[in-house]
């Protein structure tokens, strides 16, 4: 059997001349390589930042990374046995290399078979001064960025590192998605393009593993195989990709991916195309309401939360009368249990509180009656008006004569719970014995959107009569006037809503079992509104949290689904964590941050993608386990992106500036050690759509660019809202239908 110090020897490049906890300094022999090493199993460069080294101990190898290669003059090492004569000692170049430890490589053999190595992370035993620094091969520096997974059918190809030898760097999709990735880079430095080569090549692996396992499970899943094409009908897999920008829409049109746009066609052209998105305000919750409409909290908050309860429960436009008379019956009924329960009906010195309660609910309701259409309602009001009396009545008997004070046990129960169920047949014939009866704001009911405006106009009149609309009547103009907006409205969508319709918005936008139109949701949220864009984007991210919990709950196991937020920056910028940001980004940042620590445990895995990290919540950010890091200039930004990163590796994330486009640095739990790593290309129809201004082609007339503002200024006036097209043409459109229907994965 192997050693581990068997298998290293002989690819020595230096020795160790310090060792401290954050890093490994190390003397290069002055017969290394100097720039391309031969001694490694194939040629490679050495040395090379980001280039890796083996310090072999008792426990295997500390695996360092390169982070800094530099000369010092030192004096010429003596040699034993050899005499100077008295030459003079000139100092000579020597080469140093400072290692920061990442891992622990380790080598498993079996008879019969090739050595394994495994890198685990951590270092267990530090090197000593003097022990040799060596060169791994090819297979060491395969297992390094590589890693270790516990099916290899599941790894994931992203790229390859060229400081290993062009070795394939693969990730584990639970590591990636599990724990949530940060996607992170400068505009151009080929950060979308990671994004959506990570959801291709994810679906494509997972298509391979379903065909390679079709021989030891013939009937699952489904399989059907034409000229050239094998379509996998039940890839069960969920990716719902934010696109403020409209990059991605045609991104994923080979993968039957469906995509969702404002003022899309309604048929999404023939089904080829986009279709509308759609996020009814009727999914929205109280307080996203109380955000978009900008609802103040002292009277206009609370009337539109009412509106929202009765709305959902099932009401309609309510009159006044009825209106003042529930909540007049709601009122006192809820202050005489509480009065009774307590014992103030008994109490010396607190029985005067019942006997003002009993009061005022004599005026009241005497008022009311008055005004109440319905002879049964007004004999109930009437009754209950005689019950208040005789309480009253009773009690007055127990006064004193000269000083008008109650005495103690002016009220018997009886008296008290007689008023009480007065009450409750009230409150039961309009239709509400209590407030049970009334769902809570939150609750995805569907109701008739456009009515909210004039129940909470309905709803300004209280119990006493006292008319409040003067408050209310920028809310119910807020709330005309944005939902009117043509550019809202078809988001929006106020019509009243079929009974299923939120089973179909769910199977629609997260997905349904085993779908097979594709895997991908890509909604454009380009021509939404600024002012509302915050608000569509944390009902999506709200919803699709609140899906997976209860998906959880009802079947004992999560449904792990991607949600990928592009231009991160912007929705959950960490300005927008204070109370003192705007209503409408407040809610959607904390709605993020929210789902950044709790969607885990619900197998929502979230991926942000921001060119801009350090304006990006420290929450969100905190809760990523990796980091892929493309090229970022801005020196706020590396000092943020190096504070985030684990292993203490800030002299490697020195080279962020200086990355070419593609090239990044992956770093966290999906990678077993931080590694370069050069990304996979695209072809040019799967990369997302922003590509530099090609301004020199255009100027010259290379690139035709023809300007018709008139038919822009009359599609973006039209009352129908833009429609998103779809193929150009019928050819166009049977192209696309022969290139692979939505089943079709053509990796």
């Known amino acids: ?323 003042r008379l529930r909540s007049c019956a709601t009122r006192y009924r809820a202050q005489l249990t509480m009065a009774k329960q307590s014992g103030d009906h008994q109490a010396k010195g607190r029985c005067e509180r019942v006997a003002a309660i009993l009061s005022n609910a004599e005026m009241d309701f005497a008022d009311l009656a008055q005004q109440v259409g319905d002879a049964g309602l007004r004999s109930q009001l009437d009754a209950l008006t005689q019950t208040a009396a005789q309480a009253e009545a009773s009690a007055r008997s127990n006064r004193d004569k000269n000083t008008q004070k109650w005495w103690h046990n002016p009220f018997a129960d009886r008296d008290v719970q007689g008023v009480i169920d007065c009450l409750d047949a009230i409150l039961g014939a309009l239709g509400c014995q209590d407030e049970a009866c009334v769902v809570s704001e939150d609750q995805p009911s569907a109701f008739a959107v456009d009515e909210l405006a004039g129940y909470v106009e309905a709803l300004s009149v209280d119990a006493a009569g006292r008319d409040a609309s003067q408050f209310v009547d920028s809310l119910r103009l807020r709330i005309d006037g944005l939902l009117r907006r043509e550019s809202l409205a078809c988001v929006a969508a106020p019509e009243t809503p079929a009974s299923d319709a939120l089973a179909g918005w769910l199977s629609d936008y997260i997905g349904g079992d085993e779908r097979s139109e594709g895997q991908v949701v890509v909604l454009d949220l380009s021509l939404i509104p600024s002012e509302v864009v915050h608000i569509v984007v944390a009902v999506i991210g709200r919803l699709t949290f609140e899906a997976l919990q209860r998906y959880r709950r009802d079947n004992g196991k999560e449904l792990p689904t991607v949600l990928v937020l592009e231009e991160a920056h912007t929705f959950v910028h960490k300005s927008l964590a204070s109370d003192t940001a705007p209503a409408a980004g407040r809610v959607c940042c904390r709605t993020f941050e929210r789902i950044a620590r709790e969607g885990r445990k619900f197998g929502l895995g979230l991926v942000f993608a921001s060119q801009r990290p350090s304006e990006v919540s420290p929450t969100v950010l905190s809760q990523c386990n990796t980091f892929v890091l493309h090229r970022i200039v801005n020196d706020r930004d590396q000092e943020y992106v190096r504070s985030l990163v684990p292993d203490g590796l800030g002299d490697m994330l020195r080279e962020l500036p200086s990355l070419p486009s593609r090239r990044a640095i992956l770093v966290g739990w999906a990678a077993p050690a931080p590694v370069a790593v050069e990304i996979r290309e695209l072809a040019e129809l799967e990369r997302p759509h922003s590509p530099d201004p090609a301004f020199w082609e255009v100027w010259t007339g290379k690139e035709p660019r023809p300007v018709d503002w008139e038919a822009i200024a009359a599609t973006w006036c039209d009352t129908a809202g833009v429609a998103h097209a779809g193929p150009q043409d019928e050819d166009a459109a049977d192209e696309v239908a022969d290139e692979g229907g939505p089943d079709d994965i053509p990796f």
């Not at 059907?224 to 994923?252: C, H, M, Q, W």
């Not at 309401?289 to 429960?313: D, K």
């Open 1 to 323: 059997m192997s050693s581990i110090v068997d298998i290293l020897g002989g690819r020595a490049v230096g020795t160790v001349e310090s060792v401290s906890a954050s890093g490994i300094t190390v003397l290069v022999d002055p017969a290394s390589p100097q720039a391309t090493a031969l001694n490694a199993g194939a040629p490679s460069g050495f040395p090379r930042i980001n280039g890796y080294l083996l310090v072999p101990n008792e426990g295997g190898a500390t695996v360092g990374v390169i982070t800094a290669v530099k000369i010092e003059r030192k004096p010429y090492p003596k040699r034993k046995g050899v005499q100077d004569f008295g030459l003079v000692d000139l100092p000579f170049p020597a080469r140093l290399l400072t290692l920061t430890p990442l891992g622990t490589l380790t080598v498993k053999t079996e008879p019969g078979s090739e050595d394994v190595f495994l890198v685990r992370r951590g270092v267990d035993v530090f090197p000593s001064v003097g022990d040799s620094a060596l060169l791994p091969t090819p297979a060491q520096l395969a297992a390094i960025v590589q890693g270790e997974t516990e099916d290899a059918a599941r790894r994931i190809q992203i790229g390859t590192c060229p400081t290993a030898g062009g070795a394939a760097v693969y990730v584990d999709p639970d590591r990636l998605f599990g724990r949530h990735l940060a996607v992170l880079g400068n505009t151009g430095s080929g950060k979308s393009c990671t994004v959506a080569g990570l959801i291709r090549w994810s679906l494509g692996q997972a298509r391979t593993a379903v065909l390679d396992g079709l021989s030891t499970e013939p009937t699952e899943p489904s399989v059907s195989r034409g000229e050239g094409k094998t379509s996998v009908s039940r890839l069960n897999a969920r990716f719902i990709v934010l696109d403020p920008n409209g990059e991605y829409a045609d991104t994923f049109r080979d993968l039957g991916a469906r995509v969702f746009a404002v003022g899309a066609a309604a048929d999404g052209a023939g089904g080829k195309g986009p279709r509308p998105l759609e996020v009814p305000a009727w999914l929205w919750n109280g307080e996203e309401w109380a955000a978009f409409t900008g609802a103040a909290p002292g009277i206009q908050r609370p009337l539109l939360l009412e509106a929202l309860r009765r709305l959902r429960s099932g009401g309609v436009t309510p009159d006044a009368v009825d209106t």
